[in-house]
């Protein structure tokens, strides 16, 4: 192995203690915790180092975001597997919120706190694109313009993972909630668009 690609490893090996040690902190402490200076206490690295990887707390926040998306693509891929149709999108939405609800802090990284990734643009990561995509398949057999319709799924379960995070709507009706938002895009398929008169 020459140099180079040892050095690589390395940088490799301390980026991801970095985002692992951000991650458990977050999860432990919730995210005010996470400073680089207590990223270099719990990692044992110099502040310096941390900045030599990452340009600030919040590109820690982009980079643990980007695995979570990784994640997230897993377990939505994981839920459709094996199944179609209605039961497909109801599989995926189960999956999009256990994962939201389970991992508060690293949903938080994903879709909460400001960081530098973009979606919905040329600079969208292929990450973020695998997530769109894995709701999108389960979207589209319902939906001609299925871009839309998998930004307003998305959207509904994303409203509904924070409602219900927050303690504004009750845990007990999820299940009922998830029927609603699946059988509104499952209706709005077999519904001629109406021209107002």
């Known amino acids: ?8 490893r390395q940088r490799a090996e301390r980026e991801h203690r970095i985002v692992a040690a951000a991650r458990v902190i977050a999860e432990r402490e919730g ?11 719990e990692i044992e690295y110099s502040q310096p180092v941390l900045y030599s990887h990452f340009e600030n707390r919040d590109a820690i926040v982009a980079a643990v975001a980007v695995e979570g998306f990784q994640e997230l693509t897993t377990a939505l891929r994981e839920a459709a597997s094996g199944s179609t149709g209605r039961n497909a999108l109801k599989n995926v939405a189960v999956a999009y ?10 949903y938080e990284a994903m879709f909460i706190l400001p960081t530098s990734l973009r979606f ?3 600079e969208t990561r292929p990450e973020l694109h695998a997530g769109f995509e894995a709701i ?17 799924f998305w959207a509904a379960l994303h409203g509904l993972a924070a409602l219900e995070r ?18 509104a895009l499952v209706v709005s398929r ?8």
Do not use: Q
């Open 166 to 183: 927050s303690g504004r709507i009750r845990p007990s009706a999820r299940d009922e909630r998830i029927a609603l938002v699946v059988r």
């Open 136 to 152: 999108a398949a389960a979207v589209k057999p319902f939906c001609a313009d299925v871009e839309a319709a998998t930004e307003t």
């Open 120 to 122: 919905a643009s040329a």
């Open 1 to 8: 192995m020459g140099t180079a690609e040892r050095k690589g």
């Open 97 to 106: 919120l256990t994962f939201a609800l389970s991992r508060p802090a690293l």
């Open 190 to 197: 077999s519904t001629p668009n109406r021209r107002s008169s």
């Open 31 to 41: 995210w005010d915790a996470v400073t680089i200076r207590r990223l270099a206490d």
